[in-house]
C-alpha cells in the first residue's frame, strides 16, 4: 500500500504491517520473513479521473516488479504465492464469450501494452518453483475503486459518455467479491490454477452506464466517448468451482443500486 493511511487502517484491523519497495529485493525479503503466502496485490495506476496519463509505471511494476516479488519469496521460504491479474487478459472479440483459455493478442493500444505486462507477469508466476494461483480479476467498482464514483459524477454533469456506441462488453466484479474470493483462494488453494473472478453477468457499455445515468436521474449517457478497452465477455465458472465463491453482487444493477 502506497498511502499512509492505508496503513493506517490495515493497522486498525489487526495486521502486521511491514514497510518494503517492489524494486528492493532486500526489504521485499525481509518483509515476507515468516509469511506462509505472498499475495501480489501491487498496482500503480492513476486511477479513472487520470486516463490520459501513463500506465507505463503500471506496465513496468508489472514486468520487472513481480519477479523480484517473486526471488524475493523464494528467498523467504515463502512456499505459496498468489497473484493478482486481470481478467483483460481473456478479452475476445465482439460478444463472444471467453475463459481463462483465451489470451487476447496484445496491440500498441494502452490497454494492449497492459495486457502484454499482465502476461508477462502471469509467467513469472507460473515459472517460479512456488506452489502458485493466479486470480485473473474483472473492472473493479465499488468503495474506494472511483469508477463507479466518477460514473455518477460525470451523469449528473450531462458529461457521461458511452464508449464509441457502447456496444462491447465489459465484465465487472465488485470489489468486496474480489476481496471475499481472493480469501477463499487461500482457504481453499486449487494448486497452481489461473481463474476468472469477475461477475455473472457481463454487460454492454451502454447498458452499464444506462444503469448509472437512470440511477442518477439523468439523461442517457451519449455515444462518442474514447475506446480504452477491449470487449470483454468472460466466465467465472472455474472460480466458482474451485473456490466455492459465488459474486454477493452478481450483476451491475446490483452492485450500483444506492
Known amino acids: ?85 486481470i481478467a483483460l487478459v481473456s478479452s475476445g472479440i465482439g460478444d463472444e464469450w471467453t475463459d481463462e483459455d483465451t489470451t487476447f493478442a496484445p496491440d500498441g493500444t494502452t490497454a494492449g501494452l497492459a495486457i502484454a505486462a499482465c502476461l508477462a507477469m502471469e509467467a513469472a508466476v507460473r515459472g517460479s518453483a512456488l506452489d502458485w494461483l493466479v486470480l485473473r480479476g474483472g473492472l473493479f467498482y465499488g468503495p474506494g475503486t472511483g469508477y463507479d464514483d466518477a460514473w455518477f459524477a460525470a451523469a449528473r454533469a450531462g458529461q457521461l459518455r458511452l464508449p464509441a456506441d457502447g456496444s462491447s462488453y465489459v465484465s465487472l466484479v465488485h470489489i468486496a467479491d474480489m476481496a471475499q474470493a481472493t480469501v477463499q483462494a487461500i482457504s481453499q488453494w486449487p494448486s497452481e490454477q489461473v481463474l476468472i473472478v469477475a461477475d455473472d453477468a457481463p454487460a454492454l457499455w451502454r447498458d452499464v452506464l444506462g444503469e448509472v445515468a437512470a440511477l442518477a436521474g439523468a439523461a442517457p449517457p451519449q455515444p462518442g466517448g474514447r475506446i480504452g478497452l477491449p470487449s470483454c465477455r468472460v466466465r467465472n465458472r472455474r472460480a466458482r468451482e474451485a473456490l466455492g465463491w459465488a459474486p454477493f453482487y452478481p450483476s451491475h444493477r446490483i452492485g450500483l443500486a444506492r
Open 1 to 85: 500500500m502506497r498511502r499512509p493511511e492505508a496503513a493506517t487502517a490495515a493497522v486498525a484491523c489487526g495486521a502486521d504491517v511491514r514497510r518494503a519497495d517492489i524494486y528492493e529485493p532486500e526489504s521485499l525479503r525481509a518483509a515476507l520473513d515468516g509469511c506462509e503466502i505472498g499475495v501480489n496485490l501491487a498496482t500503480s495506476l492513476p486511477g479513472p479521473k487520470g486516463r490520459e496519463k501513463d500506465f507505463a509505471a503500471n506496465d513496468k511494476l508489472r514486468r520487472l516488479g513481480t519477479p523480484i516479488w517473486v526471488k524475493a519469496c523464494q528467498d523467504a521460504a515463502v512456499a505459496r504465492i498468489l497473484q493478482q491479474s
